[in-house]
């Protein structure tokens, strides 16, 4: 597992930061084609709008919570990074 230093150097880093704002915004895209009765219908859409309006303010921020996942490197690939943002779009939206 990478070290914290090594995250924040990683989140920061201009070729990750794009490849996590394009998963971004499939993940929104995805999350706003959801059944109504999805759990926490409202507040995914809410969150996917946000990112939808402004994917790179909130890529950057979820760059920061991808890194959390360990598998997750300069080297991973775009789907992992993609799994990664899907798991973690409930923790960003809120409850």
Known sequence: ?????????????????????QASIKAA???MAELENTPNHANRIAFANKVLIEPERYGNVLAFGVLTNAMISLASEDNDIQFTINSLFDAYAGK
């Open 1 to 21: 597992m990478a070290s914290f230093l090594d995250q924040y150097e990683i989140a920061n880093n201009p070729d990750f930061l794009k490849r996590v704002r």
């Open 29 to 31: 895209i995805d999350v």
